[in-house]
């Protein structure tokens, strides 16, 4: 079956618009990050779809679950991880979370993560200003 440019533009606005689509993406898209050791993210989209599941699938059992103190234990480590998404949302336009920026930006950018690097560099001291020189060199 063939789809013609329009029909295909309303299937993909569906695809992308339907009621939690964005919740399921999200599990999805936070899943790849985990190995990453970033976890946060993906409990989170885990916890939303908890949240919403007789939305979701009303006729059937939610089959994730999470204790009380599951829930306490995410949301207190989840208190540093929202300052730095705070950190990211306020760059928003320059530089992406995931490193991206444009060409056009890309000397300024630079230039600024550069200096912000060596503020924190000198604010660490002994295994963990190793660990952040070794992670954040420049040029590698």
Known sequence: MNLTQKENKFLVHDVL??????????????????????????RESLIRVVRHWKDICPEMACPIT???????????????WNEIADFWDSLDGFVHRDGWTSNQN???????????????????????RSNFEKHTRLGC
């Open 17 to 42: 618009h339907f009621p939690h689509g964005r919740t399921f993406r999200d599990v999805v898209e936070f899943s790849a990050n985990t190995w990453d050791g970033d976890i946060l993210p993906f």
């Open 66 to 80: 999470f204790s009380d103190e599951e829930l306490k234990s995410h949301y207190r480590d989840a208190e540093g």
């Open 106 to 128: 890309y000397e300024k950018e630079y230039k600024m993560f550069t200096e912000l690097r060596e503020q924190i560099f000198e604010d660490l001291t002994g295994e963990e």
